[in-house]
């Protein structure tokens, strides 16, 4: 039974607990954002590769970014720098990687169009191990850091909030900053890496006497926690696997409404301009929205709250298709989203702490990174998936960019918009049903651990 823990305090201090958030989803969402919106326009305008060859390129890259985040979890776990901590010092690793290999993935080296779409899948696919493992650590570091659930709750709604605060940022200074840089893409790409090195190092600074190394570890808990072993499939038990598939679910209802949002906002409501204003609604009303997460899930739970909040988000987006086919509506239906859904997707790595620390309390295994990486796979296996549906879908209703759009070919966009994205909202909530933590155990054990790593710090 999963219990409230509206009588929690958090124990971090509230500067430690902004510093997180600034440290790590803050400044790391400049390169997100940077990424996610020129990574195809850079193929095809500046590289000037096929729309064919970019579409492989970009298909390639995405796909590689899902493999590399299921490797990260092994590659942290299982290789750690005892001098600096088995997690700060991956942070800071894989920001030093980030920031090399992000400018080259945007230099443009005037090779051939087969050369450079090649380098392109190369160059990603190192940039991915690096974020990748940087994201792993960084979310694991949420173990040592809590004392109790109220810390982990915490820390993810400031991390939410500092990614959507960076989306908000972002959005009205990438276009002066890129200005400032002579409209370089590498320069640019520079820039953002530097900033996610400085907050790994900042998140070294922060974290460091938390995350013990190796040794010390084993000397409190001697005997009790068994190394990890087998990796990502090993991992996925007991509550990993209703996790795994909810997951997966949740975060593929965006990448539903990011693939058909440019459709139905041009050809359904025929005004585009809403687009931008309703990606900019969401963010700030996702802002809202991890903040009220927080008091949510303190009062019924965390579990409770993700499935009644999948399941409300689902019957939001199935009003598109009944009101939302105006502007205005479509707006106010879409700062609904934007405030509800935020509780699935700021809980994802709350849930991968709370099955580490359940895995460990039972002896299982320590697979803490692995278990985090299973979380990061959920996101972007999520995205991808999601994003391939809603392109072969359009393909299937008939949509063309030269055709005549037909009331038919209209009426099958908003469907998509609406019930594409309701339907995993709602298979997501169900099946969460399945998994199963008690949370006063492990309140309790959690409660132990601390008292044992602070007697040792002392």
Not at 42 to 65: E, F, M, R
Not at 180 to 195: D, I, Q, R, V
Not at 206 to 214: A, I, S
Not at 321 to 339: H, Q, Y
Request: proline letters at 3%; one cysteine or more.
């Amino acid at each position: 039974m999963e219990g409230k823990s509206n009588a929690q305090k958090t124990t971090l201090k509230q500067s430690q607990i902004l510093l997180y958030g600034f440290c790590g989803m803050f400044l790391n969402t400049f390169y997100l954002m940077f990424l996610a919106y020129n990574r195809l326009f850079y193929l095809t305008d500046i590289l000037q590769l096929s729309t064919g060859v970019s579409a492989l390129v970009n298909s390639l890259s995405v796909w590689g970014n899902v493999v590399t985040m299921i490797l990260a979890g092994g590659i942290v776990d299982k290789i750690n720098f005892k001098k600096v901590g088995k997690f700060a010092g991956w942070a800071v690793i894989g920001g030093i990687g980030m920031s090399i290999s992000f400018p080259l993935l945007f230099s443009d080296l005037g090779l051939s169009q087969s050369a450079a779409g090649a380098l392109f899948v190369v160059l990603f696919v190192v940039q991915s191990i690096s974020y990748n493992c940087l994201w792993v650590a960084e979310r694991s570091l949420v173990g040592p850091l809590s004392g109790n659930a109220a810390d982990a709750n915490s820390l993810a709604m400031m991390a939410q909030q500092g990614s959507t605060l960076g989306g908000l940022i972002y959005g009205v200074v990438n276009a002066p900053i890129m200005a400032f840089l002579g409209n370089s893409y590498t320069l640019t790409a520079l820039l953002y890496g530097l900033f996610i090195l400085g907050g790994t190092i900042g998140m070294f600074l922060l974290t460091r006497k938390y995350d013990l190394p190796k040794e010390e570890e084993e000397k409190i808990e001697k005997g009790t926690v068994p190394k990890a072993k087998g990796g990502f499939l090993s991992a996925m038990t007991g509550p990993t696997i209703p996790f795994f598939f909810a997951m997966i679910l949740n975060n593929c209802h965006l990448g539903f409404f990011m693939s058909l949002l440019a459709y139905f906002t041009s050809y359904v409501l025929n005004d585009p301009v809403i687009l931008s204003i309703s990606v900019t609604a969401g963010s700030a009303a996702g802002l809202l929205g991890a903040w009220l997460s927080k008091i949510i899930c303190n009062n019924i739970g965390k579990k409770k709250a993700f499935i009644y909040f999948s399941i409300l988000t689902g019957v939001l987006y199935m009003l598109i298709a009944f009101i939302g086919r105006t502007s205005i509506p479509f707006l106010i239906i879409r700062v609904a989203i934007g405030c509800f859904s935020v509780v699935g997707g700021m809980l994802i790595p709350v849930f991968a702490n709370d099955i580490a620390d359940y895995k460990e309390m039972k002896g299982e295994t320590d697979a803490r990174a692995v278990i985090q990486s299973i979380a990061g796979t959920t996101i972007r296996f999520g995205s991808a998936l999601s994003a391939t549906i809603a392109s072969f879908s359009l393909a299937a209703v008939g949509y063309s960019a030269t055709a005549e759009m037909t009331p038919a070919i209209i009426n099958s966009i908003t469907y998509l918009m609406a019930f594409a994205p309701a339907a995993v909202c709602i298979l997501s909530a169900l099946c969460f049903i399945f998994y199963k933590i008690d949370e006063k155990e492990l309140d309790a054990y959690r409660a132990e651990k601390a008292a044992k790593l602070h007697a040792a710090q002392k």
